[in-house]
Nanobody, 124 residues
Framework: QVHLVESGGGLVQAGGSLRLSCAAS????????MGWFRQAPGKEREFVAA????????YYGDSAKGRCTISRDNAKKTVSLQMNNLKPEDTAVYYC?????????????????WGQGTQVTVSS
């Protein structure tokens, strides 16, 4: 079992940066793939980034490439998403998720545990 709590969301101007954090509890965090997804109003949930259990492999959605960095600290049981050069279209609720499977998935349905989400609003 993994319990996830996101933080770090807020209101930022276009071009600004935010760092989202996800704190996990549970014994399986260190062997779980961790991902970030987002959902904008009226849209489906979208893959943002994911990292393997070791942090050695990272994957990014098209909207995140070049602007976001995912990282994890297994000792602290945290995973972070650094977002730079934010745009109004990045406005969404951002979710942290954990996948117990071995391989990194970019698919929402593969993830077993989800946080409650944190709101990111980017003003123009």
């Amino acid at each position: 079992q993994v319990h996830l709590v996101e933080s770090g969301g807020g209101l930022v101007q276009a071009g600004g940066s935010l760092r989202l954090s996800c704190a996990a509890s549970g014994d399986t965090f260190r062997t779980s793939v961790m991902g970030w997804f987002r959902q904008a109003p009226g849209k489906e949930r979208e893959f943002v980034a994911a990292t393997s259990w070791s942090g050695g492999r990272t994957y990014y959605g098209d909207s995140a490439k070049g602007r976001c960095t995912i990282s994890r600290d297994n000792a602290k049981k945290t995973v972070s998403l650094q977002m730079n050069n934010l745009k109004p279209e990045d406005t969404a609720v951002y979710y942290c998720a954990a996948d117990r499977a071995f391989g990194v998935s970019l698919v929402e349905s593969s993830y077993d545990y989800w946080g409650q989400g944190t709101q990111v609003t980017v003003s123009s």
